[in-house]
């Protein structure tokens, strides 16, 4: 068995490459928009969640609440997130993307639809939704859930 051929026989290896390449291609693309991944995975989170309060937010994203702070302040700074009292609990604060945070949404839709057209150019539509479903399996086993 040739090097290449152990290297291929490696399932985590090939994921690990596989993955360097696409957080090379989302880290140009996060960039092109002026956006960390974290205020990424916050911005499409509201939009998938709607109007939400923070711990909700940050439970749905995984990350600890006093680290959402910042990034949550810089997106109010960048204009692409709102955030008023919650009239039912004044304690707590709603979230909603603004509409230039909708608009940036949809732009950062339409390059990740890019980058994972150009990652898996080589499979058929039919390879594409098995390796979606097979993804998803992966990631509820090692996560416990398929968010």
Wanted: glycine fraction near 8%.
């Amino acid at each position: 068995m040739s090097i290449e051929q152990r290297f291929a026989a490696s399932s985590g290896f090939m994921l690990s490459r596989l993955g360097a390449e696409a957080r090379r291609l989302w880290a140009r693309m996060l960039g092109e928009h002026e956006v960390t991944p974290a205020q990424f995975g916050v911005l499409m989170a509201l939009d998938l969640l709607g109007e939400t309060y923070q711990q909700r937010l940050c439970a749905f994203v995984g990350i600890d609440p006093r680290n959402a702070v910042p990034v949550l302040d810089a997106l109010r700074e960048l204009g692409l997130v709102n955030r008023a009292p919650d009239p039912a609990d004044r304690r707590r604060q709603l979230l909603r993307l603004s509409p230039a945070g909708r608009a940036l949404v949809g732009e950062l839709r339409v390059s990740g639809d890019a980058i994972e057209d150009e990652l898996l150019d080589g499979l058929s539509i039919r390879e594409r939704a098995a390796l979606h479903r097979l993804l998803r399996k992966l990631f509820g086993s090692v996560y416990g859930d398929s968010k």
